[in-house]
């Protein structure tokens, strides 16, 4: 997974070496080519591009044909004609693409002024995440956030309050902040086969009091993961693009959904650094090697989520009660 800094934070940020504008983001493959020559290092960095493609595809902040010309770099260099290749036609739509590949090429052009990792896994240090959920949403729903905020909104806890509104649905509102990522994940329905031509028109044509009905013309099962529970659910594709735009929206939204999905992208470096420190054995099943790095994550990853009554739940390493901040005798 690619660190990501801030530019103006990395030890001598001010070095031309480093990506600091559009005008050098073409030049990151040639830069990092020229500054690296280590062939473990070089095989780390292409994943880590290829990863950060296809992470910025899933979570919509490029276009199919982005995505298209940008994926599956297999050289440096090569990463600088995909970059050109996009810029010389219509360039980057969403400003948040450039700063991710900036973030992700300079600590790897000023690396010899970053702080290195520590050599064994018991010099990793541990980590819990705590935060305290008081009212904030934990999910939205189709219902609440395509309800029109004209004299009435959904509570956090799905019931109906009044309240002064904006005429506005969350959808509309998200719709017309961030257009471009709202396009890819339409397209990105469309080529699953999750909705149909007449249900993309209607939701890029969302009007301000609009409250659409769910999808409902594509019937055929498909299998998802239920972006709450993480567990695999069979639905029809009209119900998986529910499930998708709900994940859209509320990872958009200051939701407690959207905060521990935040975590779980933490969770995601001490299991590549446990990956590191313990490869897979020969012979090893790639399901006991799974299992097997899950239980080193939870030796030093926990998350903690403080609510308005006197109970906290850790969610790992194992999902268990404290009371008043005590666990309980019985560890449940």
Do not use: C
Not at 26 to 43: H, R, S
Not at 182 to 197: G, P, R, Y
Not at 253 to 267: A, N, P, S, W
Not at 305 to 328: D, Q
């Amino acid at each position: 997974m690619a660190v990501w800094a801030k530019t103006s934070s990395l030890p001598g940020g001010n070095n031309s070496s480093i990506i600091t504008h559009r005008r050098t983001l073409g030049k990151i493959g040639f830069k990092l080519a020229a500054e690296i020559q280590d062939p473990e290092e070089i095989a780390n960095a292409l994943k880590d591009y290829n990863d950060i493609v296809e992470d910025m595809r899933l979570v919509t902040q490029i276009s199919e044909k982005e995505y298209t010309e940008l994926r599956g770099a297999t050289t440096l260099s090569q990463i600088s004609d995909k970059i050109y290749t996009v810029l010389g036609k219509n360039g980057l739509r969403n400003e948040d693409v450039e700063d991710r590949l900036r973030n992700w090429a300079n600590p790897l052009l000023r690396r010899d002024k970053m702080p290195q990792l520590p050599n064994s896994w018991d010099r990793i240090k541990s980590i819990w995440v705590r935060f305290m959920w008081k009212a904030d949403p934990f999910y939205y729903t189709w219902e609440q956030y395509t309800y029109p905020n004209i004299d009435q909104h959904f509570s956090s806890i799905g019931k109906p309050e009044k309240a002064p509104g904006s005429g506005r649905s969350i959808l509309y509102q998200q719709k017309r902040g961030r257009s471009d990522e709202f396009e890819n994940l339409i397209a990105q329905l469309l080529i699953k086969d999750w909705i149909s031509e007449r249900e993309a028109m209607a939701m890029r044509n969302l009007r301000t009091t609009d409250h659409p009905q769910k999808f409902s013309d594509k019937q055929q099962q498909v299998t998802i993961v239920d972006p709450v529970t993480g567990l695999e659910i069979t639905v029809t594709a009209a119900e998986a693009a529910v499930v998708e735009v709900d994940k859209w929206v509320n990872q958009r939204m200051q939701t407690v959904y959207h905060t521990l999905e935040g975590t779980l992208e933490i969770r995601k470096s001490y299991r590549l650094l446990a990956e590191k420190f313990f490869p897979q054995q020969p012979g090893e099943s790639n399901d006991v090697y799974n299992q097997r790095m899950e239980e080193k994550v939870n030796e030093k990853f926990e998350v903690i989520i403080a609510i308005p009554f006197p109970t906290v739940v850790i969610f790992w390493p194992k999902p268990r009660k404290m009371i008043w901040g005590k666990p309980t005798d019985n560890g449940h």
